[in-house]
């Protein structure tokens, strides 16, 4: 019996007995996307991945393969579509995979599921996604398909935040390629951050509105939207610290199990 906790690295009967055994199957939903000049493209792909590993491990829970690309980035929330590296897929595109995995689970007996966003702009294109794969389910006779879907970022206390923004939290928007992604990426993979290359500038300053194409000098230059400087692994360490207990914990109460 193979113990791992990604899917994809067991077979076929090892998948139907876990699933059978009552195993929630665990999707990170990624992007491949800009973050700044000292960081990969791959940043929405680790985290959430790494996430997810540890709350399936406490939960007795299964990571499906990682979507690697996700809906487009955002100039107020990621950078934008113009960065050289980012390729990403249209809302239906993206949509359509997840309502295809879940459908597919789900036919095989799957019957929990946590959809684990990485990267802010597939928030609601995902929702359409989960929905499409339940309305396809019910439509074979499966009503029986239950699904949580969370950003891993909101799963962090006040406590912690104030100690890593003792000036105030800048939101969830601008810390694309900032504090909390470097930190994170230097606990997970210190080998892909390039410290050095950390962006010596503050925050971006948006207006609340957008305008479509980006006019001249809309886009942050650096594609780091906050401020990166002072990252660490020990900051990443209490973000994840915070972010496998409380949606562990979300987890046992949203799927009523014991422990
Ligand atoms: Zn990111
Ligand atoms: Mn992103």
Same mark, same amino acid.
């Given at each position: 019996?193979?113990?791992?906790?990604?899917?994809?690295?067991?077979?076929?009967?090892?998948?139907?007995?876990?699933?059978?055994?009552?195993?929630?199957?665990?999707?990170?939903?990624?992007?491949? %996307?800009?973050?700044?000049?000292?960081? @990969?493209?791959?940043? $929405?792909? =680790?985290? /959430?991945? !790494?996430?997810?590993?540890?709350?399936?491990?406490?939960?007795?829970?299964?990571?499906?393969?990682?979507?690697?690309?996700?809906?487009?980035?955002?100039?107020?929330?990621?950078?934008?579509?113009?960065?050289?590296?980012?390729?990403?897929?249209?809302?239906?595109?993206?949509?359509?995979?997840?309502?295809?995995?879940?459908?597919?689970?789900?036919?095989?007996?799957?019957?929990?599921?946590?959809?684990?966003?990485?990267?802010?702009?597939?928030?609601?294109?995902?929702?359409?996604?989960?929905?499409?794969?339940?309305?396809?389910?019910?439509?074979?006779?499966?009503?029986?398909?239950?699904?949580?879907?969370? %950003?891993?970022?909101?799963?962090?206390? @006040?406590?912690?935040? $104030?100690? =890593?923004? /003792?000036? !105030?939290?800048?939101?969830?928007?601008?810390?694309?390629?900032?504090?909390?992604?470097?930190?994170?990426?230097?606990?997970?993979?210190?080998?892909?951050?390039?410290?050095?290359?950390?962006?010596?500038?503050?925050?971006?300053?948006?207006?609340?509105?957008?305008?479509?194409?980006?006019?001249?000098?809309?886009?942050?230059?650096?594609?780091?939207?906050?401020?990166?400087?002072?990252?660490?692994?020990?900051?990443?360490?209490?973000?994840?610290?915070?972010?496998?207990?409380?949606?562990?914990?979300?987890?046992?109460?949203?799927?009523?199990?014991?422990?």
């Amino acid at each position: 019996m193979v113990e791992s906790v990604f899917m994809a690295e067991l077979s076929w009967p090892e998948w139907e007995a876990r699933i059978q055994a009552g195993a929630i199957i665990f999707l990170p939903l990624g992007a491949t %996307e800009q973050h700044g000049p000292h960081l @990969p493209l791959n940043v $929405d792909v =680790i985290l /959430p991945t !790494g996430v997810a590993e540890r709350v399936a491990r406490q939960v007795g829970g299964l990571v499906a393969p990682t979507l690697n690309y996700g809906y487009k980035s955002m100039p107020r929330s990621g950078g934008g579509q113009s960065f050289p590296g980012t390729a990403s897929l249209d809302a239906a595109t993206f949509s359509h995979t997840i309502r295809d995995v879940i459908r597919d689970m789900g036919l095989h007996g799957a019957r929990r599921f946590v959809i684990l966003n990485g990267h802010f702009e597939n928030a609601w294109p995902s929702v359409e996604g989960l929905d499409l794969a339940l309305r396809d389910l019910r439509a074979e006779g499966i009503r029986d398909v239950t699904a949580m879907r969370l %950003e891993y970022w909101d799963f962090v206390t @006040p406590a912690t935040l $104030d100690r =890593i923004f /003792p000036d !105030g939290f800048p939101g969830t928007e601008l810390e694309h390629a900032s504090l909390i992604e470097t930190s994170l990426m230097l606990l997970l993979r210190p080998d892909l951050v390039a410290v050095e290359k950390i962006p010596q500038e503050g925050r971006a300053q948006f207006p609340p509105y957008d305008i479509h194409p980006p006019p001249p000098g809309y886009l942050r230059a650096s594609g780091v939207l906050a401020d990166a400087r002072g990252a660490s692994a020990q900051i990443g360490q209490w973000l994840m610290d915070d972010h496998v207990r409380l949606i562990s914990a979300a987890v046992r109460e949203g799927f009523q199990l014991g422990g």
